[in-house]
């Protein structure tokens, strides 16, 4: 089936800094989102980014489709930045489930 | 409604009990999702609906669980002789689909606790 990989599986960071992360993908791309999960749960798409860059604010993200991985970037972290951050797989052909990576637990620290 | 509600926030129920939980998707969405997120993993897909055509149940993990959606709008996930196994948080999402992106959007989730 369809594998999503992301990396780190956690994070550690000052405020101030930045970090990427990044998602691997064993299908050609239907459509790549990323999440990010705050810490009362709730999921809010960030981006929908099929190929190409895409910036919004602190955070921009890049998929190279050819070779299968996405980035996200954040850049100056905030402590509100914390939470989970996860990319999955829009399969157009089922439906539009969405196939998820096992995330990256982002911490930031005043 | 302005988002996806869903009820109970919380549940805690007896193994082998029966639960029922809620998903109020936004209005005019086709689409609705229900997902499963077991402590530290991530998001797995459990059935979809859209419009009137049969559900996707190809993610349910047993024949325990079960989903219907009345009217094209609020959704019910059963879950029949809980087993702790069946701990998590319980996701929905609605998406207009047609879009590139589906606009989805999720809901907040039940947390499901079984002692």
């Known amino acids: 089936g369809i594998q999503v990989e992301q990396s780190p599986p956690d994070l550690i960071l000052q405020e101030g800094a930045n970090s990427t992360l990044r998602c691997n993908f064993s299908?050609?791309?239907?459509?790549l989102q990323w999440f990010h999960q705050n810490p009362w749960g709730q999921l809010i798409n960030l981006f929908y980014?099929?190929?190409g860059t895409k910036q919004n604010g602190r955070l921009s993200a890049t998929t190279v489709a050819t070779e299968r991985y996405s980035l996200l970037y954040i850049s100056s972290s905030q402590t509100t930045d914390s939470g989970v951050y996860f990319c999955?797989?829009?399969?157009?052909?089922?439906?539009?489930?969405?196939?998820f990576g096992q995330g990256t637990e982002l911490s930031v620290k005043p | 409604g302005a988002g996806v509600s869903q009820s109970p926030s919380n549940k805690v129920t007896e193994k082998g009990k029966d639960v029922e939980l809620r998903c109020d998707p936004i209005?005019?969405?086709?689409?609705l999702y229900w997902y499963r997120q077991s402590l530290g993993q991530g998001l797995e897909f459990l059935i979809y609906?859209?419009?009137?055509?049969?559900?996707?149940k190809s993610g349910l993990p047993s024949d325990r669980f079960s989903a219907e959606r009345t009217g094209g709008s609020v959704s019910t996930l059963t879950i029949q002789r809980t087993q702790q196994e069946d701990s998590a948080v319980y996701l929905c999402?609605?998406?207009?689909?047609?879009?590139?992106?589906?606009?989805?959007?999720f809901g907040s989730g039940t947390r499901l606790t079984v002692v």
């Open positions: 980014i099929p190929s």
């Open positions: 209005s005019g969405h086709t689409a």
């Open positions: 999955a797989l829009l399969i157009y052909n089922q439906g539009g489930k969405l196939i």
């Open positions: 999402a609605s998406s207009s689909g047609g879009a590139a992106n589906y606009g989805y959007t």
């Open positions: 609906f859209q419009g009137n055509s049969a559900p996707d």
């Open positions: 299908d050609s791309v239907n459509n």
